[in-house]
């Protein structure tokens, strides 16, 4: 493939760093525009270059909210891979301008700009989410495939966790969640990440910039934050176990999430550019797989050596979904997308890189915050 003037935006975070690399080593010449922010970057980081962060990609420190920033930062550029957004679903729930702000009015900006640009712009990729449909799809032993929304807080109070058939109420077993499956966004984030979607592929529509949506699923991997608490499950458990801390379990365990590596979506990122068959399209990108919590909470203690149980709780953080595993076909078929990294492998690469680590444990803080604005009962 030829050499591209690539733009990166939160390009020194956690999965755009990894794309970064995949570019620059596939000869395409990156520019990432980041605002390296403390709660990401630690607040020592200053005006250094983030230490993953590949030399060869051009840093412009800035806002994407800064339109002029933004047109600077776009001189030149044919590719466009959006993945600048705050992203911390519980967080969004109470910091909620700054979510609305950064992630809504930073795609404005972002397309604003690149509609002057239409015909330089070959593509865009905008980062999107499994966040947004909410609960996952399920199966009903009497109804068939149901689409249930959020659990009822009676039943949550009581205890009671798997999901029931709306209509029935009979126990649901989940399936594999289709993109056609109706959005229902459970927290601030995910409301901003469906606007980031279906923002870019309405304007993308209209000014001719082929434009993908990739629906991310639970992504871990090395340089995932790990004194963020507000990013994902491994990053956490591997940051309270690292501290000889037991992880917290909400709910009782059986949770499941499809665990997807950075590698691959990485891969995801690269094959929308190289085909057009996902072009104006939104793409679920994961593994098909489902791991329940209390079972990464094992492989994790397990991978560090460390004989720590985890603690189950048996609260619920608001809006948690139970089940979602991702249905795969249309990124095999649009993008020739296969998985290619699997939970056991991924998981010992992530230990790998957490060894090297010193993560300071900030999850008793990030739930107490969320407990004292009654998110977590
Ligand atoms: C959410 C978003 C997802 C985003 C991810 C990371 C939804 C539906 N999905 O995923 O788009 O990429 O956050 O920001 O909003 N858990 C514990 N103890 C903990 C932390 C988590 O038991 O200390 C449990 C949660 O209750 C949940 C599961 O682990 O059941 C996964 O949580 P998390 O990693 O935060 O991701 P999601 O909420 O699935």
New binding site residues.
């Given amino acids: 493939m030829e050499q591209l003037n690539v733009l990166v935006t939160g390009g020194a975070g956690f999965i755009g760093s990894h794309l970064v690399d995949a570019l620059i080593e596939r000869g395409h010449r990156v520019r990432v525009l980041d605002r390296l922010i403390a709660q990401v970057h630690g607040a020592k980081n200053g005006d250094a270059q983030p230490l993953h962060l590949d030399s060869d990609a051009e840093l412009v420190r800035g806002d994407v909210c800064d339109r002029d920033v933004v047109e600077r930062a776009l001189d030149g550029v044919q590719v466009v891979y959006h993945q600048a957004a705050e992203?911390?679903?519980?967080q969004s729930m109470y910091e909620i301008e700054r979510y609305v702000q950064t992630n809504d009015m930073g795609t404005a900006v972002l397309l604003e700009a690149l509609s002057k640009k239409r015909d330089a712009v070959r593509k865009l990729v905008v980062a999107s989410?499994?966040?947004?449909?909410?609960e996952g799809a399920y199966s009903c032993p009497a109804c068939g495939v149901v689409h249930p929304q959020l659990r009822p807080v009676a039943q949550l109070l009581e205890r009671r966790w798997e999901v029931e058939c709306p209509t029935c109420g009979s126990p649901l077993a989940p399936v594999p969640t289709p993109e056609e499956k109706p959005l229902f966004?459970?927290?601030v984030?995910?409301i901003t990440?469906q606007d980031q979607e279906q923002l870019c592929l309405v304007v993308g529509r209209a000014y001719g910039i082929p434009t993908v949506a990739l629906r991310?699923?639970?992504?871990y991997g090395p340089r995932q934050a790990l004194s963020n608490?507000?990013?994902?499950?491994?990053?956490?458990?591997s940051s309270?176990l690292l501290n000889d801390q037991p992880?917290?379990?909400?709910?009782d365990?059986e949770?499941t999430?499809d665990l997807t590596h950075v590698s691959d979506i990485v891969q995801a990122n690269l094959l929308a550019l190289e085909t057009d068959r996902a072009d104006y399209q939104a793409v679920n990108i994961g593994t098909g797989a489902a791991t329940s919590?209390e079972e990464?909470?094992r492989m994790l203690a397990h991978g560090l050596g460390k004989d720590i149980e985890?603690e189950i709780?048996g609260k619920?953080?608001e809006?948690?979904?139970?089940h979602?595993v991702a249905d795969i076909s249309r990124a095999r078929d649009l993008l020739g997308y296969e998985p290619q990294v699997s939970l056991e492998r991924g998981i010992s690469e992530l230990l790998d890189w957490v060894r090297q680590q010193k993560a300071a444990d900030q999850?008793a803080r990030a739930?107490a915050e969320l407990e004292a604005r009654q998110l977590v009962h």
């Fill in positions: 992203v911390g679903v519980g989410s499994m966040s947004i449909y909410g966004p459970t927290s984030y995910a990440k991310y699923f639970n992504v608490p507000y990013t994902g499950v491994c990053a956490i458990f309270r992880p917290l379990i909400f709910e365990g949770q999430r919590v990464v909470s985890p709780v619920y953080r809006g948690d979904i139970r979602c999850v739930t």
